[in-house]
């Protein structure tokens, strides 16, 4: 996933344009929406934004309220830099999300 990868280098400014392209389409993929808003929460909150990390986490929580970082935690144990997947945890957690 590309947004991921932009992420992972830090490049917030790049995720948003790609996030939010995904989230405006007509895309049927349901996961796609989903793994968008969770981009769009991490990247606000490693910008310091945390009043629009906040948003986005409300919105994903009442779209999926199963929503949790558990779940993302077990979605991506095979990331090999799993310094960097606390930190992503690190971030939902910081917007709000459950354990």
Known sequence: NL???L???GRTEE???LANGV????????RAHY?????LTVA?????DLDTARRWAHEQMELFPTASVSFVRSAYYYLKDQVYLERYIA????????E
């Open 23 to 30: 989230l405006a389409s007509q895309v049927d993929d349901v």
């Open 3 to 5: 947004s991921m990868a």
């Open 7 to 9: 992420l992972m280098l």
């Open 15 to 17: 995720v948003k344009p």
């Open 44 to 48: 606000a909150v490693f910008e310091g």
């Open 35 to 39: 793994l968008a808003r969770n981009h």
């Open 91 to 98: 971030a939902l957690q910081e917007a709000g999300w459950p």
